[in-house]
Structures are given as structure tokens and as C-alpha cells.
């Protein structure tokens, strides 16, 4: 219970959780657990619900003059925890990836997923890796998918850097560069929560989508399986008709 509780109050107030961090560890220790965070969201593919996003938009406010973080040591930390973390969940999917999703344990991982994730490997490739950094749920799937499927390491270490790097980058200078500014100070929370909003957006839709493509396509094999039977019921009459005609 106390976990949900961190968890959920990790994703109201990322802020107020680093606020407390910094005064409870201090200077150097409070890299620790946005270390561990960003690590375990991307390294166990148990963890996909930990907030990534706002995280490292916080931790990017907390990086301006006088925040209590330093800027260069935020990036690297995020960057060492992003890297990590999908290599270990590469190499976890490449060893139990099968047994994992056999159990049945990881309820995330639903089929539409893993369909959607396929999709975007076959179109992709490599980039998939890169993409779905910026798409919670998907950006802990898409390494461990790329292991189950034994997608060369080199290729998927060179795809993780890239991904990794754009995505450290982009949320923590965002919240550097335009975290202290009124506005955004007064009105943090909803911020954050539109951040989460725009970063799901892309994973909602494409449910949508494939929902509505699963519809229609149901309705056209019903209506097609409709129309075999009609046509088989005619031939019969015909048939019976000729027999009777003889």
C-alpha cells in the first residue's frame, strides 16, 4: 500500500517529491531514486505505470539556478538510467521474455499492445526503439519485445542511445529552461498532468483506432459470411427446384 501511495504521490506533485528528496539526501544523494525511477520504469517491464515524463520535467525545474540540482549531473544521471534500464530489459526479454508473457503475470502487456508494437517494428525498426521513448507503456514493451525477438544488440544499442538521450534531453531542458516562469510555476500541477496527457494521447488514439479497425472488420466478415449463406440457401432452392422440375 505504501508503494501505490509513492507512487500515485510521485504522479500529483513530481515536484514536491524532490523537494522532500533534496532536504531528507541532500546534494548528492538525491540522485539516487531518480536514478532507480527512471531505471526501473524502463528496465522492468513490471513497471511500465512509473512517471518518466514528469519526473525529468521536475527534475529539469530543480536544475535552474538555485533549485538544488545540478543541471549536468541531472542529465547524466537520466541518461546512465534510461541507457541501463533498456538495456536490462533487452537482455531479460532475450533470456525469460518468452516465460514472462506465458504467465500470463504482466496484465500491461495486452495483446493490442504487443500487436501495435509489432506493427511499428516491421514499419520502423530500429527507430521503434527511438519512438516510443516519448510514449508511456510502450517505451518499457519496445525493449523488451526488441529482446524476445532477438533484435541484434548492436543495432538496439545504438537505437537505445539515441532514444534515450533525445528523451533525457527534452524533458529536463523543457523544465530547465521554462520551469521558473510564473505561469508554469503557479500552475505546476496541471502542467504535469498535460504532459502525461500529451504523452499518452498517441497510445490512446492508436487504441481507438485499432478498436474501430477491429469493429469494421468484424462487421465486414459478418457481412460476408452473411452473404456466403444467402448465396448457399439460393443454390439449394435451385437445386431442389431442378429436381422437382425433373
Sequence with gaps: MEIINFILGLLHDPRGAIAGWIVTLGAVWVYTPLFLIVFIETGLVFFPFLPGDSLLFAAGVFSADGGGLNLGATLLVFYAAAILGNTSNYWIARFFGARIIDSGKIKALTPERMAKLDHFFEKYGGLTIVITRFMPFFRTFAPFIAGTGH?????????????????????????????????????????????????????????VKAAISSRKSGKRDFEVEAAVDAERIARAKHARSEEEAR
Design 151 to 207: 533484435m541484434n544488440f548492436g543495432k538496439f544499442t545504438l537505437f537505445n542511445c539515441i532514444g534515450g538521450i533525445s528523451w533525457v534531453s527534452l524533458f529536463v531542458l523543457v523544465g530547465f529552461f521554462f520551469g521558473g516562469v510564473p505561469f508554469v510555476q503557479e500552475h505546476f500541477e496541471i502542467i504535469v498532468l498535460g504532459i502525461v496527457a500529451v504523452s499518452v494521447a498517441p497510445a490512446f488514439i492508436g487504441a
